[in-house]
């Protein structure tokens, strides 16, 4: 059985930092639109606080705000960042005045608490920097604004001058802040002292809300983050899937279900559609969600050696440390020449009800594994073209259309000096052929263009179907430049994703294979000839 604590439940703020903190990850950039639709996925999905941007340091920020105004969020609060004033009169400082124009409830103000960086790169005295502190968090709350203060450095500042990073804290409280925001700025603490210091602030501070704020520079964010929570904090900030500067930040989409399953703490969202909003932050970001991601990759509940899989059948646990639909992801059996009888037994069980482990077709389809494999093949990630394998050798299928003929050259120079391919392909659908030509950019791009304009005559939802990615890698590295070759294609329509493989000693043929598996693939779901 799946185990998990039983403590008494204790809630726990999520405070998303994707849109500030994630934007200042390398090749992250937002618009307008990005912003209010992670916005919309982050409240539907329950988040506490959403940091939306900082208002005085870009018009694009500044222009979300103003957007917002009169959208109401659901669970949501949303919250803008911005410094301490940098004088004594925080009603004229033009920062501080961003964050009242910005019209949110909440304000983050960030501060340097290490006692030599307030010195060395601010350039003020230690004290002048509490002064700063207390006037601004006292200024803002007279306005009307929850006040969220990020002790920026705090833990190297404690380790360095424990007095001075803790009377900036104190500085803040006696203004009247809300949330004390303990910062790992440069990510380079450890669990336990994460703990210890944790543990001792909550004791100094007893009425405070402390939130937790780590960066991923030693691989610990999402450790310390729970290590602060389990010392005391009751908020923790991240980006939810842990892109940001450096090494990133604190990744919310492992640290929730963790405090939620296994510490038996309440985070207040949607667990269950974790993977679905963490596929989709990441699609409006322009990244690629890691397959090994925890939790929300597609092969955190992957398994592909065969006495593995025979064990997770009989007892999910055995290799799953939690339920894989606890967090909207699902359990997926890798085949390839170390499977056994069980992986193919699951993969055919949807088209074969009743079979065995020593059913004919079982057999049958372990031995054909086993030989394309040796070929090159590698069907683990490559589900579609599996499926395709199994009902062409069983009998099952009926191909959508045959290829009679196909061809492609490439011309060089190109007259306009840029790479100019064509390709021609007959296809054979019914008794009926299309013959169609393409131009593309090399050989592979000029050959999908024609088989899909022939398809097109026939099957017309082929529009509905797009490559997403296309990777080659050489398989014989002994062989130099006649090496074998294998394709992988990403496909994907408007519900789903699906890739298929081609290999051979030819790239063009390799791509060929991989590529009418994806439109064969495809069809078979919408099959309906015009």
């Known amino acids: 059985m799946y185990t998990e604590s039983k403590s008494l439940p204790r809630k726990i703020e999520i405070y998303d930092s994707t849109l500030r903190d994630g934007s200042q990850s390398e090749g992250i950039s937002f618009s307008i639109n990005d912003k209010k639709k992670i916005i919309s996925l982050l409240d539907g999905f329950g988040v506490r606080y959403i940091e939306a941007g900082n208002p005085f340091s ?29 004088s004594e009169d925080p009603e004229n400082d033009p920062g501080i005045r961003a964050l009242l124009a910005s019209g949110t409830d909440a304000v983050a103000i960030v501060a340097k608490c290490r006692k030599s960086q307030v010195i060395d790169i601010l350039g003020i005295t230690p004290e002048k920097n509490l002064t700063y502190i207390k006037k601004s968090v006292s200024y803002l709350k007279s306005c009307g604004k929850e006040v969220i ?44 002292d994460i703990s210890s210091v944790v543990s001792e602030i909550s004791k100094r501070f007893p009425d405070s809300r402390l939130s937790i704020h780590c960066h991923d520079d030693c691989a610990c ?65 322009n990244v690629r969600l890691r397959h090994t991601h925890p939790y929300v990759g597609k092969c955190a509940f992957a398994h592909k050696g065969g006495m593995h899989i025979d064990a997770v059948q009989k007892c999910p646990s055995s290799f799953e440390h939690i339920p894989p639909e606890a967090v909207g992801n699902s359990r997926k059996y890798l085949v390839s020449e170390v499977s056994g009888r069980s992986t193919i037994l699951a993969e055919l069980g949807h ?15 372990t031995a054909r594994l086993k030989e394309r494999e040796f070929e090159g093949y590698q069907y683990e990630s490559a589900s579609a073209s599996f499926e395709l394998l199994i009902k062409k050798e069983l009998g099952l299928w009926k191909s959508p259309f045959r290829v009679i003929m196909y061809k492609s050259n490439d011309d060089f120079p190109a ?21 169609s030509c393409a131009d593309g950019n090399g050989p592979v791009n000029a050959i999908d263009g024609a088989l899909r304009k022939a398809l097109h005559a026939f099957y017309p939802q082929v529009d509905l179907m797009h490559l997403n990615d296309y990777k080659v890698r050489v398989i014989d590295l002994g062989k130099n430049t006649d090496s074998k070759v294998r394709v992988l294609i990403d496909s994907s329509d408007s519900t789903s994703s699906f890739s298929t493989i081609g290999v051979s000693c030819d790239i063009i043929e390799a791509s060929f294979i991989a590529l ?13 000839p015009s």
């Open 415 to 435: 007259p306009d000096g840029e790479q100019q391919a064509s390709a021609m392909i007959k296809i054979e659908v019914g008794g009926k052929t299309e013959l």
């Open 516 to 528: 009418v598996d994806s439109y064969e693939y495809f069809l078979s779901k919408e099959i309906s």
């Open 221 to 285: 964010a999402v450790a310390n983050s729970i290590a602060a929570v389990l010392a005391g904090a009751c908020q923790v900030q991240g980006t939810f899937i842990g892109f940001g500067e450096r090494c990133g930040n604190a990744d919310l989409s492992a640290i929730m279900p963790a405090l939620t399953i296994k510490c038996g703490m309440d985070c207040e969202v949607d667990l269950r559609s974790l993977r679905l909003t963490a596929k989709q932050i990441a699609e409006i970001s």
């Open 58 to 86: 870009n018009p694009k920020d500044l222009k979300v705000f103003e957007e917002m105004k009169d959208v109401k969020l659901k669970n949501a609060t949303l919250c803008a960042f911005g410094s301490t004033a940098r």
């Open 351 to 365: 088209l074969i009800p009743d079979l065995t482990k020593s059913s004919p077709e079982v057999e049958l389809i």
């Open 149 to 192: 203060f990020d002790a920026e450095h705090f833990f190297d500042g404690y380790f360095e001058d424990s007095d001075y990073a803790l009377s900036c804290l104190s500085a803040s409280v006696s203004a009247g802040v809300d949330v004390l925001t303990l910062c790992d700025t440069n990510g380079g603490t450890l669990p336990h």
